[in-house]
């Protein structure tokens, strides 16, 4: 299994930003992407989610109404929409592919990750 994730960068606060991340390979047996977040000093932390059967979504409360995540029909591609974008969303940001909870998105839930990408919210 192998994810490729979009390029992050620099936005000024208030702008918006989309990443993508595309998985291939063995992917039947995993019903979640997402991405996690690491802000420095801090430790990562899962953001958002989406089951690529059911579509049911994830959002941690610091990103709930200015993030959007979201999948391709072919169930292989999933966006993360960030709109709103504060100073402090700025994190390397990971996507990761294995589970999807409704109410949680743990580490443990990812098995495989992509790249880690640089997403600075700054004027």
């Known amino acids: 299994v192998q994810l490729q994730a979009s390029e992050g960068g620099l936005v000024q606060p208030g702008g918006s930003l989309r990443l993508s991340c595309t998985a291939s390979g063995s992917i039947l047996d995993y019903y979640g992407i997402g991405w996690f977040r690491q802000a420095p000093g801090k430790e990562r932390e899962g953001i958002s989610c989406?089951?690529?059967?059911?579509?049911?979504?994830y959002y941690t409360d610091s990103v709930k109404g200015r993030f959007t995540i979201s999948r391709d029909n072919a169930k292989t591609t999933a966006y993360l929409q960030m709109s709103s974008l504060k100073p402090e969303d700025t994190a390397v940001y990971y996507c990761?592919?294995?589970?999807?909870?409704?109410?949680?998105?743990?580490?443990?839930?990812?098995?495989?990750w992509g790249q880690g990408t640089q997403v600075t919210v700054s004027s």
């Open positions: 989406i089951n690529l059967r059911g579509g049911g979504t």
């Open positions: 990761a592919i294995g589970g999807c909870g409704s109410n949680y998105y743990w580490e443990a839930m990812a098995d495989y």
